[in-house]
């Protein structure tokens, strides 16, 4: 059955399936089913939809790149089963430390362990995998003669950590030194020589069971993956009599293929066949579960709705702070390193978290580049209309900007390929991945409730949702994410909360953090020593009237000011009388002096 014929087959449900799921095919809408059917076969949208598969899912696919079509699904069931119920010493070795960690942990999301997975019948995955791949039209056919959608096999590189056939492996050999090697590795036999050793290396025991120890232990280093390998003069011209080396034996034989002058692959029949006739091993059918800390939902809960508060206050007071004493702009744009110490001082946080609070308010439109000839960082009429809502809504505002932009606050202070530094609010720290990271990492933690998990189980997770999407960026961002989203206050104690779960999933997050928040208090306890004792979180408006007119002495269960002749000068520049009273053009100019010398009160 051809491609297209199958596609026009479809049912209307079906395609409409097909197109939420890949709406890129219809972007713009296609004139007809053939144009859907080529659309569909494209590179770029094949290769789009496959980042978008689990391991399972993808290594189906994979089995079926590397066998010969149509392959049945009681085949295709064979090959799986054997790479589900295969082990091997690193394996069982990596299977022990799991289950330790998860005894010494003492919790887990209830989900079997790596040797249980492996063992089940995956006939139930296999079933969902096949129907999944036909709604996303990667596999056609029925389940007697299952096909590839075309283009996969091209888009898929190195498949299993496979390497190319024999015949493809081989192609840019002179067709003189084909028939050499065919002489000697398949005397007597018809065809060209690259049919020849083709059809040699089909059952290439014999070959290797011929070589030394030593070009056994190089086929093994490959065997799983990578494919290639380096070596000199990778293409030599090299008889079974005159090879010396172990890369010569090989090479003598065809069971390594030279691809460059330096640069070796192992044909996939050769590896196959080291491989024991598998095409992947150590597969789980079942994402790997996750170890960590058991964690009390309510405790996590109210831990993050502090967070979340401290994250508002701290936004709150750094926009106070550069609406008296505004930071200029860089001549290369962003935000200088002692502007962004002073910040770290004045908020009393780390420096990564002043440069988490200037990010997400500048993403979230709360300050923005103004002023004079120069610029400067100053908070916009967005911060306005924000500072006068409540603490839950202008959280739900700071928490979906953090977990929808698509900057880097875990870059800043790192450095480039050039060797340069990356400053807060500066063009380079946006990368388009982290939005996904971080709704990928939270929907991780989604899966366990009342579950701290470990880092590396995140990790292993993550690789097993979205095998294709990985690399240290990713790593460093799903890093990122889960110290962000403590801080930010979307979880509490590692664990995901119950507000943070309803801000991924699009629910009333203000609703279920209101109540958890503490009361705010509407007066200070003045002291003779020139200080005020803050018994608990202020009002916005008194916390911003004494952000002002006093500096930050200690924080804890009460916080301490201290007023200073500095303080009250800041205070009266920004337009305060002494009787706490604005000067009439105050709501127009209250982000720096009053340059209008206004002494109406």
């Known amino acids: 059955m051809e491609f297209t014929e199958w596609i026009r087959g479809r049912t209307d449900e079906q395609l409409r399936a097909l197109v939420s799921a890949r709406p890129e095919l219809i972007t713009p809408v296609p004139a007809h089913l053939e144009g859907l059917a080529s659309r569909a076969a494209s590179p770029s949208a094949i290769a789009r939809v496959l980042d978008r598969l689990d391991r399972f899912t993808l290594a189906v696919v994979e089995t079926l790149a590397v066998r010969e079509e149509p392959l049945s699904k009681d085949a295709l069931r064979a090959l799986i089963t054997a790479a589900l119920a295969a082990g091997d010493p690193d394996d069982a070795q990596a299977d022990d430390a799991q289950t330790s960690r998860s005894r010494a942990t003492g919790a887990s999301n209830g989900k079997a362990g790596g040797k249980r997975a492996r063992s089940a019948d995956p006939m139930p995955a296999l079933t969902a995998a ?13 389940d007697d003669a299952l096909h590839l959608g075309p283009g996969v096999r091209k888009v898929l590189d190195d498949p299993a950590g496979l390497g190319p056939s024999a015949t493809d492996a081989f192609r840019h050999h002179a067709p003189e030194q084909l028939a050499e090697m065919a002489d000697d590795v398949a005397p007597g036999t018809t065809g060209t020589g690259k049919e020849r050793l083709a059809a040699a290396l089909a059952d290439p025991a014999g070959l290797i069971g011929s070589v030394s120890p030593e070009a056994r232990a190089a086929l093994d280093q490959l065997a799983w993956g990578p494919p290639t390998g ?6 030599r011209e090299v008889r079974i009599e005159s090879a010396r080396s172990p890369i010569e034996e090989l090479l003598a034989r065809g069971l390594l293929a030279a691809t460059g002058e330096e640069s070796v692959t192992l044909p996939r029949e050769v590896a196959l066949h080291l491989r024991g006739g598998r095409v992947h091993r150590g597969l789980l059918a079942v994402p790997p579960p996750l170890q960590g800390a058991a964690r009390d939902q309510k405790l996590t809960d109210r831990t993050a709705a502090g ?21 200029g702009v860089l001549r290369t744009g962003g935000l200088g390193v002692r502007d962004l110490k002073r910040a770290t001082t004045e908020l009393d946080v780390p420096e990564w978290v002043a440069a988490l609070v200037v990010e997400v308010a500048h993403a979230a439109g709360l300050i923005a580049a ?3 000839v120069d610029g400067e960082w100053l908070p916009t009429a967005g911060y306005d209309l924000w500072r006068v809502r409540s603490t839950a809504d202008r959280w739900v505002t700071l928490a979906a900007t953090w977990l929808h932009m698509d900057r880097v606050p875990g870059l800043v202070g790192d450095r480039d390929e050039r060797d340069r530094p990356f400053n807060a609010l500066h063009t380079d720290l946006r990368r388009s991945s982290a939005p996904g990271v971080r709704a990928a990492t939270l929907g991780v933690l989604a899966a366990a409730p009342g579950l701290a998990p470990d880092r590396d189980a995140v990790l292993e997770r993550l690789a097993w949702e979205q095998p294709r999407r990985k690399g240290p ?15 930010v206050g979307v979880t509490g104690l590692g664990a995901l909360s119950a507000h943070g779960r309803l801000l991924a999933e699009g629910g009333d997050a203000a609703g279920a953090l209101a109540p958890l928040l503490p009361e705010p208090v509407d007066h200070v306890l003045l002291q003779a020593d020139l200080t005020a004792v803050a018994p608990g979180p202020l009002t916005s408006e008194l916390n911003r009237w004494m952000t002002l007119t006093a500096d930050v002495e200690s924080k804890g269960g009460a916080t301490v000011y201290r007023f200073s002749e500095q303080s009250i000068r800041r205070a ?5 009388g002494g009787a706490r009273s604005w000067c009439r053009c105050w709501p127009a100019i209250r982000r720096r002096r009053c340059r209008r010398r206004c002494r109406t009160w």
Do not use: I, K, M
């Open 572 to 576: 009266l520049d920004a337009g305060h």
């Open 230 to 235: 380096r070596v000199p003069n990778a293409r």
């Open 473 to 487: 960026l990713r790593q460093q961002l799903t890093e990122f994410t889960l110290r962000e989203a403590e801080q």
């Open 307 to 327: 967070q979340a508060f401290s994250f508002v206050r701290s936004v709150e007071e750094l926009c106070e702070r550069w609406s008296v004493e505004p930071p």
């Open 130 to 142: 096949l129907d999944r791949l036909r709604e996303l039209a990667l596999v056609y056919g029925p």
């Open 370 to 372: 103004g002023g004079g």
